[in-house]
């Protein structure tokens, strides 16, 4: 029943958070103005979660990251992201190397984003002073926002909203390539092939 002249269809779409603070607006902005007759489904989920729906095709296609994945799962990369740490635009410049002097608020264990801060201070050799956690993006932003907490978060984010600012630091925080997920060997409906050739005409964000 697939409608190939994509007048109208359905679309199941997850992505891992961090995406939904910069990427997936615009995206998915785009996407409508294209297609309006396109329905989507969204979800905000983990890549472990989005791995499993996939394999149990409940989605059609899934925005994570490369790396290991089960045998059943497709990885397309995308783009790469840069993660930075990223203070309120009020907060006193940081200069290159006095972040770890900083109380962060940084994203819980569950994330992976979270998993890879704590893969480079390992082998850094660090201990970061971590004074709040949270399992929201939207609620670090806005502590960012309203207090003297540092975090770290993709660059884009901060370019993305305004009062969050993004600073560099040295040795840099590991970048990570953002990739298409889909199960392998799935059929791919119209829908779901537009909007993988749209976030691929995009430009990295």
Avoid at 10 to 27: C, D, E, K, S, V
Avoid at 94 to 116: C, H, I, K, M, S
Avoid at 145 to 151: D, E, I, N, Q
């Amino acid at each position: 029943h697939d409608v190939q002249d994509l007048s109208r269809g359905h679309l199941r779409l997850a992505m891992t958070p961090t995406f939904t603070a910069y990427l997936i607006g615009p995206l998915l902005a785009r996407f409508n103005a294209l297609y309006p007759g396109i329905t989507l489904s969204v979800e905000e989920l983990t890549q472990d979660r989005i791995e499993a729906a996939l394999g149990e095709d409940l989605l059609d296609i899934g925005i994570g990251f490369t790396g290991e994945h089960g045998p059943d799962i497709e990885c397309e990369a995308l783009f790469v992201e840069e993660l930075s740490v990223v203070v309120g635009a009020a907060h006193p410049e940081l200069n290159r190397l006095d972040w770890l002097e900083q109380p962060l608020v940084l994203l819980n264990t569950g994330f992976a984003t979270r998993r890879y801060i704590d893969d480079y201070c390992r082998q850094q050799g660090v201990k970061p002073h971590i004074a709040m956690e949270a399992n929201s993006i939207s609620a670090i932003i806005e502590i960012v926002r309203h207090t003297a907490l540092a975090t770290i978060l993709p660059s884009a984010i901060a370019s993305a909203h305004s009062g969050l600012h993004a600073v560099a630091i040295t040795p840099a925080l590991p970048q990570r390539t953002v990739a298409l997920l889909s199960r392998q060997g799935a059929y791919r409906s119209a829908a779901c092939t537009a909007f993988v050739e749209l976030i691929k005409a995009m430009p990295n964000v």
